[in-house]
């Protein structure tokens, strides 16, 4: 599955009646009964520890192509037991298990005519 070869995407989630989104480093494991989970790090006394449904999104560009992906997950989540997460940034103490509840995406592809013309760049 295309996400789980990545383990940096963005979390957002209401806060103060505002969205709020922050990048993540997050992990996809297999949860009970054979579901998909994604499992991520965060400080306990932050905005997304109180959050009980997000939304994890993870791409890729290449904007020399112009062509891409992209992925959202909307999640239900809860603070729970799971394997821990390379989190790039210290100080995460809280593993956050997100229960997908839909998952869609899209592949970017550019036209061939709105391509530069490579010729200019050789």
Known sequence: MLLGRHEAGRMAVVEA???????VNFKMVSGD????VFVVSTRH???????TRACLQIDAF?????EG???MVQATV???DAPP????????DLLLVL????????????HPLDLPNLGAYL
Do not use: I, K
């Open 17 to 23: 009646g505002f969205p709020m989104v922050v990048p």
């Open 33 to 36: 009964d054979d579901n998909v």
């Open 45 to 51: 006394d932050g905005p997304l520890g109180r959050a």
């Open 62 to 66: 290449d904007s020399y192509h112009r």
């Open 69 to 71: 992906w992209s992925v």
């Open 78 to 80: 809860e603070a729970g």
């Open 85 to 92: 997460v390379d989190s790039w940034v210290a100080g995460r």
């Open 99 to 110: 229960r997908p509840v839909t998952v869609a995406g899209r592949r970017l592809h550019a």
